[in-house]
């Protein structure tokens, strides 16, 4: 029998602001406009809403920020922050909301300015006192350590990891909205500088501004909008804070987050037509590939490198361009579920997969800290 | 006041876990919790032990043997160096820096715990350990 929560909750409006590089906005200025978006797409106003899920690094009391810039009346609110996956953290908040009668339109948004605002990744103030002495590069020398691990556990070798950033290219290459869309080879990704060994500079994600959204309701409303998408899974996993504490450095809690999904949805990796994997770093890439199923571990390596996940492979993955080519406004998870909903709506042009009925978003947080996966269907799925 | 057994529970009194490691090492021990009731070691210290939940497990010396688990060098204009998860012989794994060329840091190398002072404050850092020394 079907779970219950299998098909419950719809995304019926995304908006995504495409604002890249916008100096003179604010964090919250991506947010609203990304909001604003996404319930005009849902043809739905700020009135409608009821229900607020909100996370970004600009601020301890998002909620309350963007509440009052939008004038929203809320019954509930949710500002789980869990790194980049706080999004689809929402996703499985809004199921129980929603479910639950806590509220009717759930709103999601984010919004970064952090490109702008001094170019480099911002991080939440959190310290760690057992990693500060050793000055480690955040975040990128806790995911080095994972590769690192990775390579001599199973012999990935850094010419794999450059694929994965080559292959994200192609895809940015159809997207007239991704940052990066010049030609990229896996000898320009080994030429770049290493920053934390094995990682290159090209084999870590974009630094841009930039805003997203999402509106859901509950099914039996969804059947009023234009483009219903359902949320047909959701699971979430939280493995650790500093990464020497997590349990095994070449294997994520995707691979739990990801069994909640398929459990709930009743659907395995061999039924996805679409993947969304938050690439803060080609690692994640690899290892998401290995947790969530689609290839066995060890083999990631291997599988991403004979262009399984390349436009014109067998396995369509990060079609927007991903964190490493499109966006990565430093919080990138919701940006997973907007692409993964606008190809079941069928509306990505150069880049659609054609005929795609379910889609997988998985997104990432802190060092591989926290997990969680969406799978989204058509209305065909339901 | 604030250590009346009426009010607060004895079991958690004194300085807190994170205190007492920082304690040790400016003592030159390191310090890490051996609980009582399942026997698992770890570190960084917490207030119970993270395996099975008992409150408050006691500390032991470590043995001060390790090796790598993983390692990465981080390349900055002003030279290069190591940051390295190392497994301690008792189990857990820490954050740390293996000392000398960074270049010659190798998964699974031997290694010997060291206390050093930086910036006034005593900081955990590991020596690979000479041929046939700890493993």
């Known amino acids: 029998m079907a779970d219950a929560n299998r098909g419950r909750i719809a995304i ?184 934390s060994d094995p990682l290159t500079k090209l084999d870590c994600c974009l630094v841009t501004d930039g805003g997203g959204a999402l509106v859901l309701t509950r099914a039996d409303r969804a059947k009023d909008h234009a483009a219903p998408v359902y949320l047909l899974g959701v699971g979430s996993a939280v493995s650790h804070r500093q990464i020497a504490a997590m349990p095994d450095l070449t294997t994520t809690a995707a691979a739990q987050s990801g069994r909640e999904a398929y459990r709930m949805a009743g659907l395995g990796p061999g039924e996805i037509d679409h993947v969304m994997l938050y690439d803060a770093f080609t690692i994640c890439t690899l290892m998401f590939l290995e947790d969530l199923g689609f290839c066995t571990k060890g083999e990631g390596g291997a599988f991403a490198a004979s262009g399984a996940i390349a436009p014109g492979g067998s396995l369509p993955v990060n079609t ?63 | 006041m604030t250590d009346d057994p009426q009010i607060t529970d004895p079991r958690f009194d004194g300085p807190g876990p994170d205190a007492t490691w920082h304690a040790g090492l400016a003592r030159g021990i390191v310090a890490i919790q051996r609980c009582g009731g399942c026997g698992a070691h770890q570190a960084p210290p917490s207030l119970l032990c993270r395996a099975c939940g008992a409150p408050a497990p006691g500390f032991v010396d470590a043995s001060g043997k390790a090796t790598v688990y993983s390692a990465t060098t981080i390349r900055r204009r002003d030279g290069a160096y190591n940051v390295s998860i190392v497994e301690l012989a008792e189990g857990p794994r820490l954050m740390s820096r293996v000392e000398g060329d960074p270049e010659a840091v190798r998964i699974g190398m031997a290694l010997t715990a060291r206390i050093v002072e930086e910036d006034g404050i005593p900081v955990l850092v590991f020596d690979p350990a000479p041929a046939g020394g700890a493993a």
Not at chain 1, 114 to 140: C, F, H, N, T, W
Not at chain 1, 349 to 378: D, F, W
């Open chain 1, 12 to 195: 019926v409006g995304t908006g995504i602001t495409n604002r890249w590089e916008a100096p003179g906005r604010t964090a919250f200025d991506q947010a609203q406009e990304a909001a604003l978006l996404a319930l005009e797409d849902a043809g739905l106003t700020t009135r409608d809403v009821d229900g607020l899920f909100c996370s970004l690094s600009a601020s301890g009391t998002p909620v309350l920020n963007v509440a009052e810039r939008l004038g929203l009346t809320l019954r509930h609110a949710d500002g789980t922050m869990v790194g980049g996956s706080s999004f689809v953290f929402h996703l499985r908040s809004a199921l129980g909301a929603l479910s639950a009668g806590l509220c009717d339109v759930a709103l999601v948004t984010y919004g970064s300015n952090q490109r702008s605002a001094g170019g480099k990744l911002v991080a939440m103030p959190d310290p760690q006192p057992y990693e500060l002495p050793y000055r480690p590069l955040y975040p990128i020398s806790s995911y080095a350590l994972a590769a690192a691990r990775h390579m001599h556990e199973h012999g990935t070798t850094r010419e794999q990891l450059a694929s994965i950033a080559v292959a994200a290219r192609d895809w940015a290459r159809m997207n007239p909205a991704a940052m990066e869309r010049g030609p990229l080879g896996i000898d320009d990704v080994l030429a770049s500088r290493v920053v």
């Open chain 1, 320 to 382: 927007n361009g991903g964190g490493l080519s499109c966006n990565h406004p430093g919080m990138y998870g919701i940006f997973t579920v907007i692409e993964a909903a606008e190809q079941l709506r069928g509306r990505c042009g150069a880049r659609q997969v054609p005929g795609a009925e379910v889609a997988l978003a998985h997104a990432n947080g802190g060092v591989l800290s926290s997990q969680a996966t969406a799978i989204l269907g058509a209305p065909s799925t339901i």
